[in-house]
């Protein structure tokens, strides 16, 4: 019971942070009559997936650090999946900010704004973060 209502505690409070960090943009636009900076709304929604990605991750790091093991970096898992993810979730800032410079695949993924890609990679290269992190074989 006391294992349930761990999780169920857990599972309440990162449906309230999702819940209420979407709701700050909605409520930056509504209150500045959308003269809300466009590069912080974009830096916002860019950032917030990847913390929301690693507190999904959270619960099972810290049983980890509570066995008080050495660690390493999964350098492997976190250059095949996180550099990716890190760059599909950024994607965004990288083109608004280097204008003129082509990016691989950065075209077709702003064009595809209306589908998630973004905010999937920014869940995915959080929870990657702190994922990759791992025992050190001895």
Same mark, same amino acid.
């Given at each position: 019971?006391?294992?349930?209502?761990?999780?169920?505690?857990? @599972?309440?409070?990162?449906?309230?942070?999702?819940?209420?960090?979407?709701?700050?943009?909605?409520?930056?636009?509504?209150?500045?009559?959308?003269?809300?900076?466009?590069?912080?709304?974009?830096?916002?929604? @860019?950032?917030?997936?990847?913390?929301?990605?690693?507190?999904?991750?959270?619960?099972?790091?810290?049983?980890?650090?509570?066995?008080?093991?050495?660690?390493?970096?999964?350098?492997?898992?976190?250059?095949?999946?996180?550099?990716?993810?890190?760059?599909?979730?950024?994607?965004?800032?990288?083109?608004?900010?280097?204008?003129?410079?082509?990016?691989?695949?950065?075209?077709?993924?702003?064009?595809?704004?209306?589908?998630?890609?973004?905010?999937?990679?920014?869940?995915?290269?959080?929870?990657?973060?702190?994922?990759?992190?791992?025992?050190?074989?001895?």
């Amino acid at each position: 019971m006391k294992r349930f209502l761990m999780y169920f505690t857990c @599972t309440i409070g990162i449906l309230t942070l999702i819940f209420l960090g979407y709701k700050v943009p909605i409520e930056m636009k509504e209150n500045l009559l959308f003269e809300a900076p466009v590069m912080l709304l974009t830096i916002y929604s @860019t950032i917030f997936p990847i913390l929301i990605g690693m507190i999904l991750r959270l619960p099972a790091f810290i049983k980890e650090i509570k066995e008080k093991r050495k660690w390493s970096v999964d350098w492997v898992k976190l250059g095949a999946i996180g550099i990716p993810t890190l760059y599909i979730s950024q994607i965004f800032i990288l083109y608004f900010s280097l204008p003129g410079v082509s990016l691989p695949f950065g075209g077709v993924l702003i064009r595809s704004y209306d589908m998630p890609f973004s905010t999937i990679a920014g869940l995915i290269f959080g929870y990657i973060l702190l994922d990759s992190l791992k025992e050190k074989p001895n």
